[in-house]
């Protein structure tokens, strides 16, 4: 049986690299993803390693980056151009990777377990499909490369940026024996302070212990632990994930008063939500809207329906509910629509739905278009102020 080679993709300060290709000049500066300091609240989604001179990091609250940072180019994000080539490093992956599984728009596993016939040397193969990422897409990555998924992650973060590690199999305690202990994936804040306070260090601190005893300590996470800090991890692969849930939210930069506005956003929001939907061919029954006011009293409701994927239906169900839920003389922090409840779109329905059919068929129109030109490229001008009262 051949020995699993797990590869782990990262795409390096993703964000920031996405933004120097629609602006050059952002090259070679600090760039800063995330809120705007203007807003006074967020954090930073990712930051280049100029701006990570200064000391700043993903999370941090953006007030502390700026006052780090004042010279920096802070930049609010384009989600649609993140995923777009997102999807292409996915679509040129899938012509060399017998197995893929997106974990993140930016990460991605790659099981090449018996390639090495096709492929030589998986280490300079690895180098190949690095090179071949910066050359056609201009984005730069690492490449962690191991016998198990956790051993290939923490190997794309070993020698970051624009690294490629390999750890050849039976090495894998031997090279994570020396790494601290919060370099295994898992291990959070309250479970670093805790390993501290019983000496546990490094990697190979943790290994000195029986699994017992991590068993008692910890239950199920203390076992996983230990097998991690022992080289071991999982090699399942899952190709398809069933989304459980789409979600689109604004947070105000000055919270809002005015009802209308918060209605058109919702309206906006609805558009957005309902685009993922027909992209993903599915039909939604659950629909709810999340309200915060700018106390942080925060208010859901949600309501089934008939499964549908028209962005009229969707809307008509979240205005109502917001209208029921909006009833204090509040402003408003930030307004969300909120889907679950999926089902596979039957478009055999249409032959037997002469009333509906033009509607699902302008639909249908509409999404061909938005994938081709961009989701800005075709609105809808109408439903919105039909709803209004």
Known sequence: MSKKIIFHLDLDTFFVSVERILDPTLIGKAVIVGALPESGRGVISTCSYEARE??????????????????????????????????????LLE?????IQQASIDEFYMDFTGTNKIYGSMFAFGKELQEKIQTELNLPSSIGIGSNKTIAKICSDYAKPFGVTYVMPGMEKEFLAPMRVEVIPGVGKVMLKSLHSKGFYKIGDITKVSEEYFGLAYGKAGISLWNKANGRGSTSFIT??????????????????????????????????????????????????????????????????????????????????????????????LIGIHLTKFSEFNEQEILFDEENKDRKNMLKAVTSIRDKFGFESIKFGDSFNKKKK
């Open 54 to 91: 200064y000391g700043l990091h993903s999370a941090m609250p953006i007030k502390q980056a700026y006052k780090l940072c004042p010279s920096g180019i802070y930049v609010r994000g384009t989600m649609g151009e993140y995923e777009k080539y997102s999807k292409a490093v996915k679509n």
């Open 240 to 333: 398809e994930q069933k989304r459980l849930s789409i979600s689109k939210e604004r947070t105000y930069r000055i919270d809002e008063v005015k009802q209308e506005k918060i209605e058109q956003t919702l309206f906006s929001l609805t558009g957005k939500v309902s685009q993922i939907l027909r992209d993903k061919n599915w039909e939604v029954a659950t629909i709810s809207i999340k309200l915060r006011y700018s106390d942080f009293v925060t208010i859901t409701r949600a309501k089934t329906i008939r499964a549908t994927n028209d962005d009229k239906i969707i809307f008509e169900t979240a205005i109502k509910l917001f209208r029921k839920a909006y009833n204090r003389r509040v402003a408003v922090r």
């Open 95 to 99: 012509k060399y990777a017998p197995v």
